[in-house]
């Protein structure tokens, strides 16, 4: 299978917006977010679909879900933060972290044509690091 653009960023083969990282897992902003906050949480063994994982990186990458959707709602102060695992786009497991209060927040779709906002993402991903 060819690199995914996950598995580049989890290289630092390409920059991203991290906020956090372990052994297993890292997790970073999505540079097209659904809301400000939207955060994806990878595996750093590319595999291209969730259920397909060994579960020790499974464990991990929900370990890491948990984690971060915590602090999310803790920094953010977002009543809900919204998980997805869609598996389309990218060949390489992934679940999605959304903040929203309400749900048509939650289903909004992605503005995939516009130019990132980095200052933006910077500064998100500045407050929820950890």
Same mark, same amino acid.
């Given at each position: ?39 994806? *949480? ?26 971060? $959707? ?5 920094? %953010? ?10 598996? *389309?786009? *990218? ?5 999605? %972290? ?9 289903? $909004? ?11 933006? %993402? ?9």
């Amino acid at each position: 299978m060819e690199d995914s653009i996950f598995t580049k960023i989890v290289r630092g083969d390409i920059p991203a917006h991290k906020i956090y990282e372990d052994e297993r897992t890292l997790a970073f902003l999505d540079i097209h977010p659904v809301q400000p906050g939207h955060t994806l *949480v990878v595996p750093k063994k590319q595999v291209e679909f969730v259920w397909d994982l060994e579960d020790d990186d499974y464990q991990a990458v929900m370990l890491t879900t948990k984690k971060v $959707a915590r602090r999310i709602r803790s920094v %953010l102060g977002s009543k809900y933060v919204g998980e997805k695992i869609i598996g *389309v786009d *990218v060949p390489h497991a992934h679940v999605q %972290l959304i903040p929203f209060s309400k749900s048509s927040e939650y289903l $909004a779709s992605q503005d995939m044509e516009s130019e990132p906002d980095h200052s933006s %993402l910077a500064e998100i991903a500045e407050k929820l690091r950890f």
